[in-house]
T-cell receptor, first 111, second 110 residues
Framework: KQEVTQIPAALSVPEGENLVLNCSFT??????LQWFRQDPGKGLTSLLL?????REQTSGRLNASLDKSSGRSTLYIAASQPGDSATYLC??????????FGTGTSLTVIP | NAGVTQTPKFRVLKTGQSMTLLCAQD?????MYWYRQDPGMGLRLIHY???????AKGEVPDGYNVSRLKKQNFLLGLESAAPSQTSVYFC?????????FGPGTRLTVL
């Protein structure tokens, strides 16, 4: 079974700082990896999807990279803002049908 | 487009009662999923469907049943609710692997 780990569980940074969130997975034979954002009491919002053949994806201030051989993905957030405060989750699919989620990193950006 | 919607948003049940959660999507997605989210456990897949009339078990299927009679709807049933089923339930649908989530249903079983 695929195990997905996100470290740290919580992160607090001052506004304007660049930061990196980490996601690691045990089975490198993945189909794709998806990063989500979850605000308190809300559903998940898709941020970036990386297919297994890709190395990275970018959207605005967000950049996600994928290194399948080492079982790692990182989400880079540039010039953080208080509105970026949320929990960030990564999910890995090995088959395209079943997705395994990490427990998330709770990010607080201090004004 | 409404995306993925879930009904109801909140529900309180007594042990042994039954209920059905409804998920609807208007994006014509083939794949639909039911997850539960518990503190410290992350999201875990309960059941999923790869198309109308099909269902399959996920990681934690016990105590739940599902049906996909129409492509746009995916129902999650609890036949005899237990306190261990207290959780937040999320429905998702996908196209080409990118999942889209509903707002969730917060269920409490007393």
């Amino acid at each position: 079974k695929q195990e997905v780990t996100q470290i740290p569980a919580a992160l607090s940074v001052p506004e304007g700082e660049n930061l990196v969130l980490n996601c690691s997975f045990t089975d490198s034979a993945i189909y794709n990896l998806q990063w989500f954002r979850q605000d308190p009491g809300k559903g998940l919002t898709s941020l970036l999807l990386i297919q297994s053949s890709q190395r990275e994806q970018t959207s605005g201030r967000l950049n996600a990279s994928l290194d399948k051989s080492s079982g790692r993905s990182t989400l880079y957030i540039a010039a953080s803002q208080p509105g970026d405060s949320a929990t960030y989750l990564c999910a890995v699919s090995s088959t395209g049908n079943q997705f395994y989620f990490g427990t998330g990193t709770s990010l607080t950006v201090i004004p | 487009n409404a995306g993925v919607t879930q009904t109801p948003k909140f529900r309180v049940l007594k042990t042994g009662q039954s209920m059905t959660l409804l998920c609807a999507q208007d994006m014509n997605h083939e794949y639909m999923y039911w997850y539960r989210q518990d503190p410290g456990m992350g999201l875990r897949l309960i059941h999923y469907s790869v198309g109308e009339g099909t269902t399959a078990k996920g990681e934690v299927p016990d105590g739940y049943n599902v049906s996909r009679l129409k492509k746009q709807n995916f129902l999650l049933g609890l036949e005899s609710a237990a306190p261990s089923q207290t959780s937040v339930y999320f429905c998702a649908s996908s196209y080409w692997d990118e999942q889209f989530f509903g707002p969730g249903t917060r269920l409490t079983v007393l």
